[in-house]
């Protein structure tokens, strides 16, 4: 992990971009947070489709509420362009008709 940059927010909390293994992300921990006092982390979704600085008003809301209860922050990017999905397998064959169960008549 490569911190690229630091910013201190309103409240003490600590804004930190990073890099990871061709993901961007950003980390934003509560000024409680210390390496011998170690806090809680909450991972923040955004929307498919957007960009971290498009949904960043939501995002730092988001952390600075959590961090004013003693939680850190985290969101990440995935690297463009996204992997294609993969199809997952059905947990089961479909019925046939004939094998539907008749009540008696």
């Given at each position: ?17 990073f890099t990871l293994a061709g993901f961007t992300g950003i ?79």
């Amino acid at each position: 992990m490569r911190f690229t940059s630091h910013t201190l927010l309103d409240g003490g909390v600590l804004e930190r971009e990073f890099t990871l293994a061709g993901f961007t992300g950003i980390l934003w921990m509560p000024p409680t947070a210390t390496p011998s006092s170690q806090v809680p982390l909450l991972l923040l979704n955004q929307p498919g489709g957007f960009d971290t600085r498009r949904m960043y008003p939501r995002l730092v809301a988001r952390a600075a509420a959590a961090a004013k209860e003693g939680f850190g922050s985290v969101t990440i990017e995935l690297a463009r362009p996204y992997p294609a999905p993969t199809r997952l397998a059905p947990t089961c064959a479909p019925r046939s008709p004939r094998a539907r169960s008749r009540a008696p008549r």
